[in-house]
């Protein structure tokens, strides 16, 4: 499906429910699986959690996760704990391409029970479910943290826990954090000091409800709607000023675009600044927040800024290389831009090409970072319907804040 887009007022007004955190609910699912008493609200409706829920939940021994990456970080671990239990792990044509060889390594260190069914170091993967042992792994600290918190995620189940020693600088920081704060708050002790991690066996834990915080990843399409309109005030359900989600950083990297950011109970606020000057360029290290880089950058050329985004080597093995579809697609909309292994540079300018058509590469963020740009210039999105991966509600969300959207 492809849409057309357009925005005729240049003014953004609405009050919208955003999906429950899909890295938080995806964390959670797998606790509730290792600890039945454990309840979930306000869990994300995406594609990526409904793929972890219908894996965790069925009984088949074919698991096949498509474009969720998570999932098949952390149900790797999860199945290798399952004692009895065979099952071959599998997902897209592009999942099999993303390497896992790192995460197999730990398991198997930790007693685990894994055969890579094709290549060496890739999906599918074929794994014989036992007790495992537990002790000490050892990291290198700068790949994706899902590798980390899938083990994590687990250790409390592993009959002599784990200590976990990272190498290097920690790349998603935050996300590594909210891993152990989700444990701490389900009642596991861990205890993180320097580049060591340590969590203690634990069988059981007390009954309880945990509620899901919306997803911060997804207010960013909201926070590029505010800064490039022409007025605006969104009001954003349900935040948390104490947020475990790194993506949080939103408010302060988009104060520098314009946006004003004020919280109310359960909720928060965006407002376009009126007057504001903006600057010519701006610098940031997304080391610890990579899933917002696009967005940035699609506010950033709408704008006419310049940016220069660093720390972005994980976006190479996201749903498509990030940074090549990037320039693509920037490229094609009239941007001066260039990109290395781990980091964007934007001209500014504001030199835009109306009426093209945006490919997504089957990547639900680059549609929904680009779709905001409607604000400056007509566009269409291919293959529009990616965004369900991580936000199914996206286009009629756009459409209450006064979006005109067009099934091309």
Request: one cysteine or more; aromatic letters at 6%.
């Amino acid at each position: 499906m492809s849409l057309k887009i357009n925005h005729s007022s240049k003014t953004c007004s609405g009050n919208l429910k955003i999906t429950g955190s899909k890295s938080e609910t995806n964390r959670l699912l797998l606790l509730k699986a290792l600890y039945p008493g454990l309840q979930i609200l306000n869990g994300s409706n995406s594609d990526d959690s409904k793929a972890m829920n219908h894996a965790l939940s069925t009984d088949s021994n074919l698991i096949d996760i498509h474009h969720a990456g998570t999932a098949m970080r952390f149900l790797t671990a999860f199945f290798a704990t399952q004692s009895g239990r065979e099952v071959l792990l599998t997902g897209s044509s592009r999942m099999q391409e993303r390497p896992i060889g790192v995460l197999v390594d730990a398991l198997k260190k930790l007693g685990a029970d894994i055969v890579y069914e094709n290549q060496e170091g890739f999906p599918p993967l074929r794994i014989k479910g036992k007790t495992l042992s537990g002790g000490k792994v050892t990291l290198p600290a700068n790949i994706s943290s899902q590798y980390i918190s899938a083990l994590l995620l687990i250790s409390p189940l592993l009959q002599d826990g784990l200590i976990l020693t990272l190498e290097g600088e920690i790349t998603s920081l935050p996300y590594l954090k909210m891993t152990l704060s989700l444990l701490e708050r389900i009642g596991i002790d861990s205890h993180f000091e320097s580049d060591k991690i340590r969590i203690k066996p634990q069988k059981q834990i007390e009954p309880q409800i945990q509620t899901v915080e919306s997803d911060w990843s997804s207010a960013s399409y909201h926070y590029s709607c505010a800064a490039l309109c022409e007025e605006g005030k969104i009001v954003l359900n349900s935040y948390r000023n104490d947020s475990l989600q790194g993506d949080a950083l939103l408010i302060d990297i988009y104060k520098k675009l314009g946006v004003k950011t004020s919280f109310k109970p359960n909720q928060i606020i965006l407002e376009k600044v009126k007057d504001f000057q903006l600057p010519n360029s701006i610098e940031l290290n997304l080391l610890e927040a990579p899933d917002i880089a696009q967005t940035i950058a699609v506010s950033c050329f709408g704008l006419g800024v310049g940016c220069d985004l660093l720390g972005l080597h994980t976006l190479k093995i996201k749903e498509t290389d990030r940074l090549i579809a990037l320039e693509n697609e920037l490229v094609k909309l009239g941007a001066q831009i260039r990109v290395t292994d781990d980091s964007l540079h934007l001209s500014p300018s504001q030199n835009f090409k109306a009426n093209q058509t945006v490919a997504t590469y089957n990547d639900h963020r680059m549609a929904m970072a680009f779709a905001p740009l409607a604000l400056k210039i007509s566009l269409q999105i291919a293959d529009a319907n990616v965004v369900t991966k991580s936000y199914p509600d996206f286009w009629n969300d756009l459409q209450e804040i006064d979006f005109e959207i067009v099934e091309k």
